[in-house]
Structures are given as C-alpha cells and as structure tokens.
C-alpha cells in the first residue's frame, strides 16, 4: 500500500523525470547539480545570481527570453523542496502542513 506522503510527491514534476536516488543523498546532489545550472545560464546571460545582500539582484528575471532560466529555477525549486520535505520526514511533514492549514484559518 502506497504512503499519503508517496502519493502526494509522485504527482511532483520533478519525480515525473527523475533519474537520481529517492533518497535524501539523490536529492541533495541534484540540488547542486541544477543550482550549478541555473547558475551557469544567469552567468552566460550576464545576470547576477538571486541574494540576500542589499545590493544585489531579488528576484531572477521573466519573460518569454528567460524561459530556459525559469525552467532550472523550477528544478532547483523542485528538488529543495522535496529534499526539504525528506528531510522532514513523512509522517512529521503531513503534521507539519495540518498545522500550517489551521493557522491559515485561524487567521481569516
């Protein structure tokens, strides 16, 4: 029998075309490995990386010229954020977002 946590990160766009580890090491490598590529395709474009500097650039540009860029952004975005949800863990994360709805309603 499948998990609820299995259920919910297999309609995920990145386990869609995954092909490193479902674990927390394959993720954390595939992390590096799109924060490489999105970082190598702002550079190429002369595009500062995304900082919490100041100074420096807050969000990454958009547009139809930008695509590829939006596209590593979204796999990096993806693979932090099941890594992060790995690293939770299942039943912990489940909890976690219960909890995070009811505040949600508690504010309204």
Do not use: C
């Amino acid at each position: 029998m499948e998990s609820l946590f299995y259920k919910i990160f297999s309609s995920n766009a990145i386990q869609k075309e995954r092909t490193f580890s479902n674990s927390i090491e394959g993720y954390s490598l595939e992390v590096s490995k799109q924060a490489q590529r999105l970082t190598e395709l702002l550079r190429e474009k002369h595009i500062a990386s995304p900082s919490f500097s100041r100074d420096e650039l807050s969000s990454i540009p958009a547009g139809p010229e930008y695509k590829e860029i939006q596209e590593a952004r979204m796999a990096l975005i993806d693979a932090a954020s099941a890594l992060q949800h790995l690293a939770i863990g299942p039943s912990d994360w489940i909890k976690w977002q219960a909890l995070t709805v009811s505040r949600l309603f508690e504010q309204l």
